[in-house]
């Protein structure tokens, strides 16, 4: 199972594709990111606003939802999507770092290059899949935990394993309810 964490509303069975408006909220560095993402993009991988992100872990898709709300949902790729490619999160908060204290072009180049290098990653990678679309199979948690989900992790020293939230969804997709 992978994770989808969205603000639309789904259900059981229905299917998520793209929501290509996301890269306009984007300003400054953010969009500069972005528009250089698409520029330096491996071949056959569309440009990021025509793919779906979708989190490898449930660890990735809960701190990605403590950060920005949303509905978290448990997804599978769909029979026919297509797979564009995975990559490694935390490089963009990276990336974002280095166009925020440099404007040398060289290296902003490297950095981008990296996010598309495939087997490299950071010290905890978050990764995230790129596909065409994905079927809702579980609606995990809505947005309505987050502020929990927040203080859970907070009171744990920024441990989201630790949390019950964590515990609980462990249990529900994957049947570990040991000490749930």
Not at 39 to 45: D, K, L, P, W
Not at 54 to 81: N, P, T
Not at 138 to 156: A, C, F, H, P, Y
Request: aromatic fraction near 12%.
């Amino acid at each position: 199972m992978l994770y989808r964490v969205d603000k639309r509303k789904f259900e059981v069975g229905e299917t998520i594709t793209p929501k290509t408006t996301f890269e306009n909220t984007f300003e400054g560095e953010k969009k500069e990111v972005e528009e250089m993402l698409n520029q330096n993009r491996v071949s056959g991988i569309p440009k990021r606003k025509d793919c779906l992100f979708l989190f490898r872990d449930l660890m990735c898709a809960l701190q990605f939802y403590k950060k920005y709300g949303g509905i978290i949902y448990g997804v599978s790729i769909k029979s026919g999507s297509q797979i564009y490619y995975k990559g490694d999160m935390n490089k963009l908060d990276n990336i974002l770092d280095i166009f925020r204290f440099s404007e040398d072009e060289d290296l902003r180049n490297a950095a981008v290059n990296e996010y598309w290098k495939t087997g490299t990653h950071t010290f905890f990678p978050c990764y995230e899949v790129l596909v065409s679309s994905a079927c809702v199979e579980k609606v995990l948690i809505g947005d309505n935990l987050r502020e929990t989900v927040k203080e859970e992790i907070e009171s744990r020293g920024g441990s989201i394993e630790r949390t019950p939230t964590y515990r609980r969804l462990l249990c529900e997709v994957y049947g570990e309810c040991e000490n749930a």
